[in-house]
């Protein structure tokens, strides 16, 4: 079943008639669920999304109680959109995901949403708090998060907890991350240098060379060094070989369950641990 054609009319009917909108949608909700049926055509997760508008606290409890947890979905987007869902009483929520994630490519999927979302501030208080604990568990969840970051505030943090953590897993994993923040530091440097190049030439063979050095973080800070270039009165972008850059490099740094950075496949570990057995999650990120 598809549900092509329908989006905004649903989007007119839930906008127009909440009290009747909410009624049906959570009828056909729970129908599906009881009957058990997987696949919808994109309907369901459409309306727990337009049901966030209407009823926040009763879209969250369906989407919970079908306990699908896909950081890729449209639905976790939209609660880290800090212009859709900007209350207090969503931040919750937010923290909940956060602080449930299942590997370190979901920590790494969170951070770049929230980047997306204008939601970045709230990970990291989060990331802070979790750095104040005495539980080692805890220090390393905020490891996995902050070294995307890639400030040198972030960077000081990591070099501070390398040195100086009571426990040696802590001090081994701020170490890498360390290692993760700076190359991190360095390519988003040195691509807002090579997007600032004139020359047509030397511009192409620096993009090319720095396309391995990219991670999944670049669909949001790319953006704003692209923008930035083509609002500058001294700067003459090429749009081609920018365009032509980023088709070529899109596939390559898509967040999937391929991504490895450093020796390590993010899927297959948490805080900086090999996970056993077939522990597996397959994300994406359009």
């Not at 390559?252 to 996970?275: A, P, S």
Request: one cysteine or more.
């Amino acid at each position: 079943m598809q549900y092509i054609g329908l989006k905004k009319p649903l989007e007119v009917f839930a906008e127009n008639n909440k009290e009747l909108f909410l009624d049906y949608a959570v009828k056909y909700l729970k129908q599906v669920t009881d009957i058990g049926i997987l696949f919808t055509g994109g309907l369901k997760d459409e309306l727990i999304e337009l049901l966030m508008k209407v009823d926040f606290e009763k879209a969250m409890a369906l989407y919970e109680s079908d306990n699908r947890k896909n950081l890729n979905s449209h639905i976790i987007q939209s609660l880290f959109d800090l212009e859709k869902f900007g209350d207090n009483k969503h931040i919750k929520y937010r923290e909940a995901f956060i602080l449930n994630a299942k590997s370190d490519l979901e920590y790494l999927q969170i951070v770049v949403i929230a980047f997306k979302g204008k939601t970045e501030n709230e990970v990291l208080k989060i990331c802070k708090e979790l750095l104040e604990s005495r539980y080692a568990k805890d220090r390393l969840k905020a490891i996995s998060m902050i070294m995307w970051f890639a400030t040198p505030d972030e960077i000081k943090i990591l070099k501070n907890l390398k040195l100086n953590d009571d426990s040696d897993y802590v001090r081994k994993y701020a170490q890498w991350a360390e290692q993760v923040a700076l190359q991190e530091k360095y390519t988003r440097e040195i691509c807002e240098e090579v997007f600032y190049e004139k020359d047509k030439s030397v511009l192409s063979s620096k993009l090319y060379q720095i396309r391995n050095s990219l991670t999944p973080t670049f669909s949001y800070w790319g953006e704003e060094i692209i923008e930035k270039c083509r609002q500058s009165d001294r700067v003459e972008l090429d749009k081609v070989y920018i365009q032509r850059f980023l088709n070529r490099t899109k596939e390559k740094i898509k967040m999937t369950d391929k991504f490895e950075i450093n020796g390590r496949k993010l899927l297959e570990h948490y805080c900086g641990k090999k996970m056993d057995g077939d522990f597996k999650y397959i994300l994406g990120m359009d």
